[in-house]
């Protein structure tokens, strides 16, 4: 299986700042990465698809990029709603794996 | 507008049986590949299963293999997991979510989630 593993596991920063979280891949996934953003009680929303292309309808202060092995998600100009845990997901290789997520918190 | 609503969640005993259902609308659901997505307790996504729009393709991840079955009937809109042998470790809540397009695994559109409990 292809584990993928995102850093850091928990962050805190302030309204306004700019934020990147990291996932690295075990092997080469190309650019079949997947960022999801869930809410506490929620369910999980698709945020970025292949790595960089933004999904519908989501805010472009989030961005990602990357390829490979590694890959970076960034949220430039963090807001109050955007508290929340992200995980990347792969689907280079089957079985499908997420990263253990990032829980990222206001200051 | 799209849902997603899963039913058939709750408490079992270890090595019983129980059949999640996923409801369909608001979509061509018989275009799409379907998926099951759980989440234990307080702990990250793990994908469990996917099932290709016309049932030809079928995969599970490797612990989910031999105990769990993934169907649909696209006649109802309708998404199927049932699962056997369930152990502690099963109890998550547990996603259906529809795959994004062909050519991308993506999740984009999720069910609120089923509760199942695996408990004596």
């Known amino acids: 299986d292809i584990q993928m593993t995102q850093s850091p596991s928990s962050l805190s920063a302030s309204v306004g700042d700019r934020v990147t979280i990291t996932c690295q891949a075990s092997q080469d996934i190309s650019n079949y990465l997947n960022w999801y953003q869930q809410k506490p009680g929620k369910a999980p929303k698709l945020l970025m698809y292949d790595a960089s292309n933004l999904e519908t309808g989501v805010p472009s202060r989030f961005s990602g990029s990357g390829s490979g092995k590694h890959f970076t998600f960034t949220i430039t100009g963090l807001q109050p709603e955007d508290i929340a845990t992200y995980y990347c997901q792969q689907y280079d290789n089957l079985p499908y794996t997420f990263g253990q997520g990032t829980k990222l918190e206001i200051k | ?120």
């Open chain 2, 1 to 120: 507008e799209v849902q997603l609503v899963e039913s058939g969640g709750g408490l079992v005993t270890p090595g019983g049986s129980l059949r999640l259902s996923c409801a369909a609308s608001g979509f061509t659901f018989n275009t799409y590949t379907m998926n099951w997505v759980r989440q234990a307790p307080g702990k990250g996504l793990e994908w469990v299963s996917s099932i290709s729009p016309g049932s030809n393709y079928i995969y599970y991840a490797d612990s989910m293999k031999g105990r769990f079955t993934i169907s649909r009937d696209n006649a109802k809109n309708s998404l199927y997991l049932q699962m056997s042998s369930l152990r502690a470790e099963d109890t998550a809540v547990y996603y259906c979510a529809r795959d994004y397009q062909a050519g991308v695994v993506a999740f984009d559109f999720w069910g609120q989630g089923t509760l199942v409990t695996v408990s004596s």
